[in-house]
């Protein structure tokens, strides 16, 4: 009987133990804390495979090379291009904050790299850059050329464009140098969200922002895919886009009608690579970082007399 009493015990106090252990709260785990993105190391890093230059027009044709920048070296050429440094949006909303170091811009491999990383710095959650040759070289009429692999990613906005050299410089009259009074030529724009795009587009007084003069230019496959040549034919009668020595928009001065037609000035060149914005729209979580976008060359022609 008393052994009974033991095993009726023993099986009481083990049926209690596990409905209780059964009942318990399963322990939290600790989520791994975000970390931030690595810096670059010294070791250039693989770049696109890059295909022969299939676009280059040549002195038989009617042009001369008068300036170019290759990328051949192992730094940016501090002859050819300066930095805009710094974030607020760029009057864009746009999301990056740009700076001069290699690890938003460099060259290596033959290949201006300009890259957009996902990291906080300055205020802003992601970082870039935008070189122009404001005050360094500046251009009046003729071809002015890139080959450029853009990004893929939805978000990503780069930009091959000009503006007046006198952008930002006439102390007396402001007005005369702000934009939109200086003019802008939109070489080529691409916006990650619409793989298969590019647009050409001219901005100046009454004719900006989302009044700007543009062309679109789609194909039937991603543009990021390879590296294209992008180019502007300009003098005094207008201005004409190529995309792979294609034309796709022909633009005479007769278009702004009453407006000015403010391209007759020499222009500067800027490439950048902006995240979000007015065009750039919103960065998808799917987009993976870095995005770089690599510039073979820029070549600017004259036509021969």
Request: aromatic letters at 14%.
């Amino acid at each position: 009987m008393k052994l009974q009493l033991l095993f009726l015990l023993l099986y009481a106090f083990l049926f209690v133990s596990c409905q209780a252990e059964s009942t318990a709260p399963p322990t939290p785990t600790t989520a791994p804390l975000p970390t931030d993105t690595p810096a670059p190391t010294a070791v250039p890093t693989s770049t696109p495979i890059s295909t022969p230059n299939p676009i280059s027009v040549s002195a038989d044709e009617g042009w001369e090379l008068i300036w170019s920048d290759e990328f051949d070296g192992d730094t940016l050429n501090s002859a050819n291009w300066t930095f805009d440094i710094g974030g607020g949006g760029w009057g864009n909303g746009e999301a990056q904050y740009y700076t001069n170091r290699p690890e938003n811009v460099r060259v290596e491999n033959g290949l201006l790299v300009i890259e957009a990383r996902q990291e906080k710095f300055e205020g802003s959650y992601y970082t870039s850059a935008r070189i122009l040759t404001q005050g360094l070289q500046a251009f009046q009429y003729g071809r002015i050329e890139a080959r450029i692999k853009v990004p893929g990613g939805v978000g990503t906005w780069p930009a091959f464009w000009m503006l007046g050299d006198n952008f930002g410089r006439d102390t007396e009259d402001p007005t005369q140098s702000a934009w939109p009074n200086v003019g802008e030529i939109d070489i080529m724009e691409y916006v990650g969200r619409e793989p298969d795009l590019v647009v050409g587009t001219i901005h100046g007084p009454g004719y900006a922002g989302a009044g700007g003069l543009t062309k679109w230019n789609r194909q039937d496959y991603p543009i990021a895919d390879d590296f294209h040549t992008f180019s502007v034919e300009w003098d005094i009668e207008g201005i004409r886009w190529f995309y792979d020595g294609e034309l796709y928009s022909d633009l005479g001065r007769d278009v702004v009608g009453d407006r000015e037609w403010v391209f007759d000035q020499p222009f500067f060149i800027i490439l950048n690579l902006a995240l979000g914005g007015t065009l750039g729209g919103t960065i998808s979580l799917d987009t993976q970082f870095p995005q770089n976008l690599y510039v073979d060359y820029v070549r600017v022609y004259q036509q021969t007399p």
